[in-house]
Every structure is written in structure tokens, then in C-alpha cells.
């Protein structure tokens, strides 16, 4: 059974920073690409940030320079160190674990940045 358990997230100050954190399990993590997502309300779910088996990242225009994707395969967890945060980057920040045609989500973790 594939579980991604995501935490980290709540309610922050503009300008101020969180570390999410999503543990996987019952899923080869080394070999996945992992991935973090976010869907702020009546919007569509939009890729933040993703990292690959080899620790290959990419990320959203509107995150560059303030967030950051790692991952810890002896852990099975990967991480996004959000700073500068700013009050659009308010939604719900979804785990996603993808291998091929395979994947996984999070239940996700709700960001709320306001003063």
C-alpha cells in the first residue's frame, strides 16, 4: 500500500518561511520522481517543484529563488524549504510521487501565508 504523508504546513507571515516534508511508503523512492504540487481555491492544481532519482530539479517561475526541493532516499522523504513566502503562494501543497505511468498522491497540507 503507497502512502505519501505530507507535513509541515500552517499559517506563516508574509515574508516568512516552512519546510514541508512527505514521507513515502511502500514505493521504491530512489527511482521516483517526486514532486510537489498546489491548488489554491478555484484555481487548478499547478506544479511548484520537482525532483528527479538523479536530483535533477525544476520549478515554477513564480517559486524560483524561493523555494527548494530535496529529497533524503535513505529517509524516503523528499522536502520544499518555501522562504520569501508571499500571500498568492496560500493553498493546499499536494505529494506527488510519479514512475512511468504510475503515480502517487498526498492528502496534502494546507499553506496559509497572511499577516
Known amino acids: 500500500q503507497v502512502q505519501l504523508v505530507e507535513s509541515g504546513g500552517g499559517l506563516v507571515q508574509p515574508g516568512g518561511s516552512l519546510r514541508l516534508s512527505c514521507a513515502a511508503s511502500g514505493i521504491f523512492f530512489s527511482v521516483y520522481v517526486m514532486g510537489w504540487y498546489r491548488q489554491a481555491p478555484v484555481k487548478q492544481r499547478e506544479l511548484v517543484a520537482a525532483?528527479?532519482?538523479?536530483?535533477?530539479?525544476n520549478y515554477a517561475d513564480s517559486v524560483k529563488g524561493r523555494f527548494t526541493i530535496s529529497r533524503d532516499n535513505a529517509k524516503n522523504t523528499v522536502y520544499l524549504q518555501m522562504n520569501s513566502l508571499k500571500p498568492e503562494d496560500t493553498a493546499v501543497y499536494y505529494c506527488?510521487?510519479?514512475?512511468?505511468?504510475?503515480?502517487?498522491w498526498g492528502q496534502g497540507t494546507q499553506v496559509t501565508v497572511s499577516s
Open positions: 506527488n510521487a510519479h514512475l512511468g505511468l504510475k503515480g502517487y
Open positions: 525532483i528527479t532519482s538523479s536530483g535533477n530539479t
